[in-house]
């Protein structure tokens, strides 16, 4: 059974540039979230998705955008990379739910924006 | 809003001894769940343990435990008998009823031989 899965794992890109990340969840799992963690940080919420739709968005700036897929994979899109976008951008599923126990993270991806 | 705040940047803990991480929360949902993750140096987040408000017992896992006290709003995380792989980042999280998990800013644990 596949956990979560990133990819790339790596990426440089340059300043002003669009970068799309992509992450599946793992079996059994509808609900996808990604997370953004800036070096010695803790991950801060960017959005979750839920059945093809944003369900719930934090405090970042429209730049950052998302998509889920039927299968309900999901991308992360940022338009006019800045040097402050470098950081470890996370993919956590779950089910839905207040009360569930699973939330499960991929390996991430390691942007760094030059 | 919810807050978490972890107040030990790092720790120190000797091989095969028990250490405890600090959680304390604040939250004005009713219901929610605390979690604890690790984060080794590649990056991956790993799930360790999970708490459930309404949860008479604490939770356990393996050598995982959390001291649970919901009064006090704190969700200690307590690894018995250390090992060297278990030094790493350890980040403690709640999701109440915005679905998102709110991170405190981790705890570096240091295992020494």
């Known amino acids: ?114 | 809003a919810q807050k978490i705040t972890q107040t030990q940047p790092g720790m120190f803990v000797q091989e095969k001894e028990a250490v405890t991480l600090d959680c304390t929360y604040d939250t004005s949902d009713p219901s929610y769940g605390l979690f604890w993750y690790k984060q080794p140096s590649s990056g991956e987040m790993i799930f360790l343990i999970y708490q459930g408000s309404y949860d008479q017992q604490n939770a356990t896992e393996g050598r995982y435990s959390l001291n649970f006290q919901k009064a006090r709003k704190s969700a200690n995380l307590v690894i018995s008998a250390s090992q060297l792989g278990d030094s790493a980042m350890y980040f403690c999280a709640m999701r109440g009823s915005n679905y998102k998990l709110t991170f405190g800013k981790g705890t570096l644990l240091t295992v020494n031989p």
């Open chain 1, 1 to 114: 059974d596949a956990g979560v899965t990133q990819s790339p794992t790596h990426l440089i890109k340059t300043r002003g540039q669009q970068v799309t990340l992509r992450c599946s969840p793992k079996s059994g799992h509808d609900t996808v979230s990604w997370y953004q963690q800036a070096l010695g940080q803790g991950p801060q919420f960017i959005f979750q998705y839920y059945e093809e739709e944003e369900r719930q968005r934090g405090n970042f700036p429209d730049r950052f955008s998302g998509h889920q897929f039927p299968n309900y994979s999901s991308e992360l899109n940022v338009n006019a990379l800045l040097l402050g976008d470098s950081a470890l951008y996370l993919c956590a599923s779950s089910r839905p739910g207040v009360h569930n126990t699973e939330a499960f993270f991929g390996q991430g991806t390691r942007l760094t924006v030059v």
